[in-house]
């Protein structure tokens, strides 16, 4: 599903950049933001971050406790709570980190030489990825779920994703990539459930692995509705396998 | 979207039926096997289990107190604790009591009258309004992201809602209601995790009743991709609005 000519950097090395954060995409609850702070410190930050996610994606937040967090990711008590005031300040942490990696995801994948439609496919497959493979998007999503929900988190994932496919395919239809009558914002919805839902069937039944396998599924059942003959010719010939 | 010839009973009133039980039905963990009581215990426990879907639904697992779910039900201690041996317990049959309506509705609504693919129609209506309306439906689904996950729980949730959609979708595939090389089953799994998807993103969303109009939006889509132009020709006749 992927297309040959895909190299943006996967889910994983673009969470785990190190580079400097955007003004204000750190929790608030934290007590230290991130912006802030010097790169060794970075470091722990996201060392201690990736440790709760994996328990968050494992055992829930109720089930985690800071202790194991902080056995797991090698560091002192000390610099768990300089960086976060709370378990509940931990678990925003991650679901923000999630979010700013959904967003450089976007950044890293709209770029020239893909045409819209292909650079959907391609958000969709790294979002997938990450979703199978990245602990902070694992733990974040299940977060999502076990939290008192709150209108950012929610607009930072589910509605980025429904914008930025929007975006995507109101692009394809003006490039005339796709077929008559098909509204973006309509399928942009759809794409999103999709993956959503998917994802919850697969972390239900504990086989996270055949997240890749659904996706493709749905995709074959959507492009030839939504896709134009001439962009699926294109698209079939290139397409690895 | 409902096709004006149901009739069948509504998700709710079905849940609520004190009829029999079926055997084995009921959840194990329970101090009480549902099959064996008398028609007052009957409804006491489904008060209590109403009591409690409630509060998951609204709070989740480890937000819900006994003492809560006892104040809400009218019942006593010692109903709760002879209907259920544990809040676990308790949590067990919400679940058990939400994959047993499923059934039930799939026995309501596939009957004489109805072809396969309006009946799965009518079935993805009920379901929809069950996960709007139904307590017992609404703390089921958020109990299998809270609970540890059992697979006869997720197996009777999301695995028969894709079995009951593949049957009648071959059905409709036999009677010659489908378009050339549609896969009842690929087609069935992206029903169900459209459903579940768009769940999630109403819930995260605190936005329950957004889910109907979200679901008709996939039907839109998928329809015309999957039904015969002389279905949807009868089907768009008969649909009312």
Chains 1, 2 share one sequence.
Not at 23 to 39: F, H, K, T
Request: charged share 20%.
């Amino acid at each position: 599903m992927q297309p040959r000519a895909l190299e943006a950097g996967s889910f994983h090395s673009v969470m785990s950049s190190t580079g400097p954060k955007r003004p204000g995409a750190g929790d608030s609850d934290a007590s230290a933001e991130p912006a802030a702070l010097q790169p060794r410190a970075r470091a722990t930050r996201l060392a201690i971050l990736t440790a709760a996610a994996e328990h968050f994606a494992r055992n829930g937040y109720h089930a985690t406790s800071l202790d194991s967090v902080l056995a797991d990711s090698g560091g002192t008590k000390g610099a768990l709570y300089f960086h976060f005031a709370s378990k509940e300040a931990l678990a925003r942490a991650v679901i923000a980190e999630m979010v700013q990696g959904w967003g450089d995801l976007r950044g890293h994948i709209s770029r020239p030489g893909l045409d819209p439609l292909a650079a959907l496919l391609a958000l969709v497959d790294e979002v997938v990825r990450g979703l199978i493979e990245d602990p902070i998007a694992r733990g974040g999503t299940r977060l999502l779920n076990d939290l008192p929900r709150r209108a950012r988190d929610v607009g930072g994932h589910y509605g980025r994703g429904e914008r930025d496919a929007a975006a995507l395919l109101g692009q394809a239809a003006q490039a005339g990539l796709l077929r008559d009558g098909i509204e973006p914002a309509l399928v942009a919805r759809q794409i999103v459930a999709l993956i959503a839902g998917h994802r919850q069937i697969c972390d239900a039944a504990a086989d996270r692995h055949s997240l890749r396998q659904r996706v493709d599924e749905a995709w074959t059942l959507l492009l030839p509705t939504i896709a134009t003959d001439a962009w699926l010719a294109t698209w079939r010939a290139a397409k690895p396998g």
